[in-house]
């Protein structure tokens, strides 16, 4: 056995159940994995962030990097200790911000300069860099350096960054030197089959211990992306497990899990819960809305999580008005709880090997 | 038996251990109440805050007046139901804010007309409204109307703060509706011992739940506060509740206790939470200074806190270095435990019969 093991193969559709092994305990997937930035997600502490259900953390290397720094982290005991997280952490190469902060980035065929956004700084990312800071940090899951294209791209571009890709890839696998730490590959080639294709075997050839679908949901739209995800997600090992970076909509997450997607990671239940905008079967609802002035109700009368099962929306609306900080955290709680319960209806109507029809009664909804 | 009874009497001062009886439950004196202004103690969700040990939580009239208005808080259930919090609530009167916004308000014998700092909106507060206003709000224990005097002020106004505060205090205990909350008189006068003295003669003809001092730590001193407390609280009845209102510094806590103080609020805690100043019985501890960068012990080693059971000292300076909310909510949670700590050991100490000597023996740390 390797560190991914098939529970359930659904046999209408690519979905599966799988169990993942990391040095800091099992994960059960599909499995969708909140975003702790700079060690934390944000207003949330820990203990709050397990009972939403959530298993799997992601922080970002590049910020850390650039706030406390990696030697802070390391002084500190290390990411798990310095998040007070002693469950399953992931960490991202940095690779995704020479795409979000490309204004600051100067990228050639070894890696990356990148200006920081604090101070003006000038940190330098490549293959091997972006290894070792990650073997440092001790995260469970650590990602390659890849470059993620912007949405339109050219095509020469494009080539370019799979060239890279798959070149870092190589360079990344011959870094890692920590046994403890699994190490995923991520494959690019924006909507471009071929690409795709050429990227996806040549880093299945490098036999990583998972697989990431990389650059997407940068502005092609869920039907370009679905159809990326479907074809690429064929083309890697089945007994892998694949990770869908950086998505996405409730509706997203329930149509990659169909073309066999495994992780998830997403900013979305918190960003929006910042931004008062709760996740319901029903659609998003917009907590300042006047409407919920003098509502009783909860965001939904069937939740489970602490802010519906303690809080009104008229409460919240409240919360928001007066600038409480409460609301922004109640609201996350609230959003990452919908996620981590969605997760878990995935989970089972797999297990219960009806996921292509649930899904297809799913998509309905408004998400 | 009334609503407070004493359960032990420290035999070298006036400190004294007592059980408040409120319709949400008792209250072990003395105890330190926390202030959710709005309707939240900030960033703190009553989860946690119950974890700290807190029991009796203060929330504004004013501001809830204001925001989101006392009709929207009936609506939404009550205080109570609208805070999430069901054990004893406090409120007070509004009348705080006649000092604090004085530039927003026109007093005369009858009331205050104040402008709304949110939208300029006239509000008129009086003994009569301010006592519907907390019927209607529904906390255990609610405050006359009163008028909290500046520092220095003159003895006209002083005596003119007197004379109102008296005659808002008989015209408030006739309005009360609702045996179910206590009701307390506040006693002002400065630090004149003379008007101090006929204010609370006069309250306490009316035979009230509770007592308050009111209008002090505004400006007057650590000792001239200890003195006029000292003082006014001789004049109290023995056998009600004592409560000093807006109070204070743990030396400010300790020396009242030792004056027969039973309770007191404040927004120390949190205020200086959300700064980044952390209580220790070492004096503050600057969470941003760069001495703690790589800091990997607790603000406290031997605090049981959530914060100091799970952050560093280096975590919680990058939290509050990269503006992470958490900053603020961990060291708001550290110090609130600490100040219910310090009302725990308050306690023991009485019970012990030693709070003379613990007290001088406390008052040698840098609080």
Redesign the interface.
């Known amino acids: 056995m390797g560190n991914f093991e098939i529970v359930w193969q659904d046999s209408g559709c690519e979905a599966r159940r799988g169990m993942l092994k990391t040095a800091h305990g099992y994960v059960e997937t599909p499995v969708f994995c909140p975003i702790g930035t ?3 997600v ?7 962030l397990k009972e939403t259900g959530a298993v799997l953390v992601l922080a970002n290397t590049y ?1 850390l990097m650039l ?2 720094g990696i030697e ?1 982290v390391e ?3 290390g990411l798990h ?4 997280w002693n469950g399953p952490l992931l960490t991202d190469s940095g690779g995704y911000q020479v795409f979000s902060l490309s204004s600051l980035t100067r990228v050639d065929d070894d890696g990356v300069e990148f200006t920081s956004h604090v101070d003006g700084a000038k940190i330098y990312l490549n293959a091997e860099v972006a290894i070792r800071m990650q073997n440092r940090l001790g995260s469970d899951i650590i990602m390659c350096f890849d470059q993620c294209p912007p949405f339109p791209c050219d095509d020469r571009r494009l080539r370019q960054a799979v060239d890279r890709t798959v070149l870092w890839a190589q360079r990344a696998k011959q870094a890692h030197a920590n046994p403890d730490q699994l190490l995923f590959g991520v494959v690019q080639g924006g909507i471009d089959l071929a690409l795709r294709t050429r990227c996806a075997s040549e880093l299945v050839k490098l036999d990583f211990d998972g697989y990431a679908i990389g650059g997407l949901s940068v502005g092609e739209g869920h039907n370009n992306m679905i159809k990326t995800v479907s074809r690429t997600a064929a083309l890697l090992p089945k007994h892998k497990v694949r990770y869908l970076m950086g998505v996405g909509t409730p509706a997203d997450i329930i149509a990659a899990v169909a073309a066999g997607v495994d992780m998830f990671d997403c900013v979305l239940p918190t960003r929006n819960g910042r931004n008062a905008s709760a996740f319901t079967e029903n659609g998003p609802l917009r907590v300042r809305n006047n409407a919920n ?2 509502d ?1 109700e909860p965001i939904q009368a069937a939740c489970d999580c ?1 802010c519906c099962k ?3 929306r ?2 919240l ?3 928001f ?2 600038g ?3 609301g ?3 609201v996350s709680l609230h959003n990452l709880r919908f996620y981590q319960r969605l997760m878990a209806r995935i989970r089972d109507a797999i297990e219960r090997n009806e996921f292509a029809d649930w899904a297809v009664e799913q998509l309905k909804n408004d998400y």
Chains 1, 2 share one sequence.
């Open positions: 700079t060690g934390a944000k207003g949330i502490a820990p203990k709050q910020h706030r406390p802070t002084r500190l005991g200790k310095f998040m007070s002035i003098n009783p602490y303690n809080f009104s008229g409460t609306r409240h919360f008005n007066v409480e900080m409460l922004p955290i109640l």
